[in-house]
């Protein structure tokens, strides 16, 4: 499978933004999808996954409230809906999908099979 990001940009804090994730070469509606990011300095983190179906989602806890994530498997596409967008926001977006979702395993960034290129988000006034 491979994943390409785009919707990236510098917005001022308190904005929105949504970021896509194109899939193909896959059968995309039999991988679970999500987003991950990485600031300058620190590791990668878990940021949301959404199921096969959609009808499930899981977000960090630093973003839940304010971040939607979606897919529309029709259009092998996964998104991020961002609002209220914070300085601390700011960060190389990734996506990501696998066969399976393991909460333990998303959520410390292991043992996932397919990664995109990423697309940079920055929350700066």
């Known amino acids: 499978v491979q994943l390409q990001a785009s919707g990236g940009g510098l917005v001022q804090p308190g904005a929105s933004l949504t970021l896509s994730c194109a899939a193909s070469?896959?059968?995309?509606?039999?991988?679970?999808a999500g987003w991950f990011r990485q600031a300058p300095g620190k590791e990668r983190e878990f940021v949301a996954a959404?199921?096969?179906?959609?009808?499930?989602?899981y977000y960090a806890d630093s973003v839940k409230g304010r971040f939607t994530i979606s897919r529309n498997n029709d259009k092998n596409t996964v998104y991020l809906q961002m609002n209220n967008l914070k300085p601390e926001d700011t960060a190389k977006y990734y996506c990501?999908?696998?066969?399976?979702?393991?909460?333990?395993?998303?959520?410390?960034?292991?043992?996932?099979?397919?990664w995109g290129k990423g697309t940079q988000v920055t929350v700066s006034s």
């Open positions: 070469g896959g059968i995309f509606s039999a991988y679970v």
């Open positions: 959404v199921i096969w179906s959609g009808t499930l989602t």
């Open positions: 990501a999908a696998d066969p399976v979702y393991s909460d333990y395993d998303w959520r410390r960034v292991y043992g996932i099979d397919y």
